[in-house]
């Protein structure tokens, strides 16, 4: 019982916070928002004891957060949760094409004639759905993650306008170094 409450309390979360992407005025609090709504979903999925699907689905939208505000200030030079935003545009458009797709959506929902099960489940549902996902590619998804982490260091870099190191010069044997800062080593 506790459960069901729990992930009917979840639901809500999910769908108020996901609305609240349309509402807020920046892009911080948007990218919160979304956040927050996957977290609540990612948390359903745990409910159901899919722990797999749920971890994933927690840490991909949480990174995907954090590598989104690093690129919004890198490429855009701005401060997202104080520049103004409306992630609306020509709402009367929005409104009709998004009751359109929900509609279109639901009728496939109801008018769908769903296959019976054959067979019963796995014992390890979980374990099943890893291997499914994950079992011919983990090199590649092992490739892609450390390609991912590279690109957002090499962004932070490429974002920064000196480094610790840019005092010493390029062969890093400037003596004393020439430091910006007063009161720095060397004066």
């Known amino acids: 019982m506790l459960t069901h409450v729990a992930f009917w309390v979840l639901a809500v979360v999910a769908v108020f916070a996901g609305a ?95 296959p019976t099960r054959r067979g019963g489940p796995p014992i390890d549902a979980t374990a099943a759905l890893g291997d499914e996902l994950m079992g011919p590619k983990m090199l590649v998804m092992s490739a892609v993650g450390v390609v991912m982490a590279v690109t957002v260091v090499a962004g932070v870099v490429l974002a920064a306008h000196r480094t610790r190191y840019d005092r010493f010069g390029d062969d890093l044997r400037r003596r004393p170094p020439d430091d910006p800062q007063p009161g720095g080593v060397g004066r």
């Not at 609090?29 to 971890?55: D, E, K, P, T």
């Not at 609306?88 to 959506?105: E, K, M, P, T």
């Open 20 to 114: 609240a992407v349309f509402v807020v005025d920046s892009m911080a609090r948007a990218s919160y928002s979304l956040a927050v709504s996957f977290v609540a979903v990612g948390l359903q999925v745990l409910l159901m004891q899919q722990n797999y699907v749920g971890v994933v689905t927690i840490l991909m939208m949480v990174m995907e957060m954090a590598v989104m505000a690093v690129y919004m200030v890198m490429f855009m030079g701005m401060n997202p949760a104080l520049m103004p935003m409306s992630m609306v545009h020509d709402n009367r458009q929005a409104l009709a094409v998004s009751i359109g797709v929900f509609v279109l959506l639901a009728a496939g929902v109801l008018l769908v004639p769903w």
